[in-house]
């Protein structure tokens, strides 16, 4: 059963950078798209980005300047981070595992349990 | 971006009942379209994808139609365990983009 983690400060200061490591065991990370996803009340669900095995990655254009995504295959893991925080930015984190169908079609199949993060000073 | 509603935006119902939640997209998007169920403090869960396409391990009372730009999920006998938040994904281009969520409660 593939299983994912989230892990990382629930605390962030204002302008500060967010850095979150979601932790992949029980399957492949090859072949699959590696997600960023949040969720705050005011905002909904929303896409951050992902990482593709091969190191691929499509951010949010509304993130696309303060977002970095990283693999790391020998760990099993993939990161975030997410710089110049403001308050904006508190939310649930998820991570998740993606597969698309014929080359677009991307499903969330396998996610973590979420990781609250507070930008606050 | 590709902007997703949901309609109702919530909905009171009873065990057994019958159920349909519509979500729209703002420009076609063929059968890329995801919906997930999500239940307070839990990760959401992958209902169906393709539209119509039931993820493994999900009830068959679960079902999806749609293309295009216009997509329903009816769950056909509700359960006490089916009273969640429901969304819908565009999966057909980035930003991947979601519904604001239909939550679904007891009458």
């Known amino acids: 059963q593939v299983q994912l983690q989230e892990s990382g400060p629930g605390l962030v200061k204002p302008s500060e950078t967010l850095s979150l490591t979601c932790t992949v065991s029980g399957g492949s990370i090859s072949s699959y798209y590696w997600i960023w996803i949040r969720q705050s009340p005011g905002k909904g669900l929303e896409w951050i980005g992902y990482?593709?095995?091969?190191?691929?990655?499509k951010y949010n254009p509304s993130l696309k300047s303060r977002v970095a995504i990283s693999l790391d295959t020998s760990r099993s893991q993939f990161s975030l981070n997410l710089s110049s925080v403001t308050a904006a930015d508190t939310a649930v984190y998820y991570c998740?595992?993606?597969?698309?169908?014929?080359?677009?079609?991307?499903?969330?199949?396998?996610w973590g349990q979420g990781t609250l993060a507070t930008v606050s000073s | 971006d590709i902007e997703m509603t949901q309609s109702p935006s919530s909905l009171s119902a009873s065990v057994g009942d019958r159920i349909t939640i519509t979500c729209r997209a703002s420009?076609?998007?063929?059968?890329?379209l995801a919906w997930y169920q999500q239940k307070p403090g839990k990760a959401p869960k992958l209902l169906i994808y393709?539209?119509?396409i039931l993820q493994r391990g999900v009830p068959s009372r679960f079902s999806g139609s749609g293309s295009g730009t216009d997509f329903t999920l009816t769950i056909s006998s509700l359960q006490p365990e089916d009273f969640a938040t429901y969304y819908c994904?565009?999966?057909?281009?980035?930003?991947?983009?979601f519904g604001p969520g239909t939550k679904v409660d007891i009458k």
């Open positions: 420009q076609g998007i063929s059968s890329w």
């Open positions: 998740a595992r993606g597969f698309a169908v014929g080359g677009k079609g991307w499903n969330f199949d396998y």
């Open positions: 990482i593709y095995s091969t190191g691929t990655t």
């Open positions: 994904q565009q999966a057909n281009s980035v930003p991947l983009t």
């Open positions: 393709g539209a119509s």
